[in-house]
C-alpha cells in the first residue's frame, strides 16, 4: 500500500518525537488532524557535553518564527510578525527583536539541527518572547538602588574628576519622581538618599523587609586602558547552572540556587524592557543584555535589574552623564522600562 507509506513515515517520526516527551502529540487523532493542518513538530531535546539543549527550529516555530540557516556561518535567522531573531553557532551572543542578548550556554550546530540550551529557552527566552505565559504577580513597592556611596566613589573619570557615586544617586532621585508621578499607587524608595557608604547584602536586605515587587540598581561604567569603549549594558541575575556573560569557564557558584533565581522568568522580561528604553532614549552603543551574580541580584526576593547606563572612563560618555538633562533622560528611560514591565505585568495570567 505505497500511498499510505507518507502516513506510516509520519506515525513512526511522532513516536520518534514522542520520546521527547510530547504527550500532545502521541494520540492517534492527533496523526490524523496532521495530515490536513500541520503542525510544528514538539522540539526535540538532547544532552550534548551535560547541557539540556532543544531543537531551536522546532521550538520557535511553535511560536509562529519561520527559519533560514546559513550553512557556511552557521547562523540562523528566524523571523516572525515580532520580529528578528539571530542565534550563531558556538556564540553566547545573539539578537533578539534588536537587542544584543547573551545567553547561558552557546548556541550549537550538530548534525544538521540547531540547538539552544532548554534553559535559555525556558527561563530567558519565552519569558521575554511571551510574559502572558507567566504568572501575574504584583507591583506596588519599587526599590531603586544607586549604586556605591560615602568612600565607596564607585568608578571615576579622573580627567573630570566626576564620581559614580554622585551621578547614580541623582539619577535614583529623579527616577524616584518619576515613576512616584506616573503611578500614585506605588510606593517607590530608594536604598539611599544621601552621601552614605552601604554594604551590599544591606541593600538587598532593605528591599526584602520593604517587601519590594521591583529592584532597580543604577551604575555607571568604567574599564582601565580602553577609554574608547562606551555604551549601555543591562544586567540580570544569572540562571542556577549557567555561567555569567563574563566567565568563559564554569565555577561552583554556578550551582547555587540563588533567592533571585525564584525571579529569573520576570527578571528576563523586567531586562529586556529596561535594555529597550535604554538603547532607544539614549541613543547609546548596545553593549548587551548580560547576566552576572551581583550581590543585589543574587539576594533580592523579587524580580531585579541593574543598568549600567554608561562609560564613566570615555571622556565623551563623561561628560554627558555629567549633565543634568542627559541624567534626566536616563531616568525617563528607566521609568519607560518600567511601565513596560507593568504592561507585562497586567498581561500575565491571573
Ligand atoms: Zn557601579
Same mark, same amino acid.
Given at each position: ?181 506616573? @503611578?500614585?499607587?506605588? %510606593?517607590?524608595?530608594?536604598?539611599? +538618599?544621601?552621601?552614605?557608604? *552601604? $554594604?551590599?547584602?544591606?541593600? =538587598? ?109 570615555? @571622556?565623551?560618555?563623561? %561628560?554627558?552623564?555629567?549633565?543634568? +538633562?542627559?541624567?534626566?533622560? *536616563? $531616568?525617563?528611560?528607566?521609568? =519607560? ?14
Amino acid at each position: 500500500m505505497p500511498r499510505f507509506a507518507p502516513v506510516r513515515l509520519l506515525v513512526l517520526a511522532l513516536a520518534l518525537s514522542s520520546a521527547y516527551c510530547a504527550p500532545a502529540l502521541a494520540s492517534g487523532s492527533v496523526v490524523l488532524a496532521s495530515r490536513t493542518t500541520p503542525r510544528p513538530a514538539s522540539p526535540a531535546v538532547v544532552k550534548i557535553g551535560g547541557v539540556s539543549y532543544t531543537d531551536a527550529r522546532a521550538w520557535f516555530a511553535r511560536l509562529g518564527y519561520k527559519s533560514a540557516f546559513d550553512p557556511d556561518k552557521h547562523v540562523l535567522t528566524l523571523t516572525s510578525a515580532a520580529g528578528r531573531i539571530v542565534l550563531e553557532g558556538e556564540s553566547r551572543e545573539a539578537e533578539l527583536h534588536g537587542l544584543r542578548i547573551f545567553l547561558g550556554e552557546p548556541a550549537l550546530w550538530r548534525k544538521d539541527v540547531f540547538y539552544v540550551a532548554s534553559i535559555d529557552l525556558d527561563r530567558f527566552i519565552s519569558p521575554i518572547l511571551r510574559p502572558g505565559q507567566l504568572a501575574a504577580r504584583p507591583l506596588r513597592t519599587i526599590v531603586i538602588d544607586p549604586g556605591h556611596g560615602g568612600q565607596d566613589t564607585g568608578t571615576q573619570n579622573k580627567a573630570g574628576k566626576l564620581d559614580e557615586k554622585t551621578f547614580t544617586l541623582d539619577v535614583a532621585k529623579k527616577l524616584q519622581r518619576l515613576l512616584a508621578a506616573s @503611578d500614585p499607587s506605588w %510606593r517607590v524608595l530608594l536604598t539611599r +538618599s544621601d552621601d552614605r557608604f *552601604i $554594604a551590599l547584602p544591606e541593600r =538587598a536586605e532593605m528591599a526584602n523587609r520593604a517587601g519590594a515587587d521591583l529592584f532597580i540598581s543604577i551604575h555607571f561604567n568604567a574599564v582601565a586602558n580602553n577609554p574608547s569603549v562606551r555604551g549601555t549594558e543591562t544586567y540580570v541575575l544569572t540562571p542556577r547552572n549557567q555561567r555569567s556573560t563574563s566567565s568563559a569557564a564554569r565555577s561552583p557558584e554556578d550551582k547555587i540556587d540563588n533567592p533571585g533565581n525564584r525571579h529569573d522568568p520576570w527578571s528576563a522580561v523586567l531586562g529586556a524592557h529596561m535594555h529597550r528604553q535604554l538603547l532607544g532614549k539614549l541613543r547609546t552603543e548596545d553593549r548587551g543584555y548580560k547576566r552576572a551574580r551581583f550581590a543585589v541580584l543574587r539576594l533580592v526576593d523579587c524580580p531585579a535589574v541593574l543598568v549600567e547606563a554608561g562609560y564613566l572612563s570615555n @571622556d565623551a560618555e563623561a %561628560r554627558k552623564i555629567a549633565s543634568d +538633562s542627559y541624567r534626566g533622560d *536616563i $531616568a525617563e528611560a528607566v521609568a =519607560a522600562g518600567v511601565q513596560a514591565y507593568a504592561a507585562s505585568l497586567s498581561s500575565a495570567r491571573k
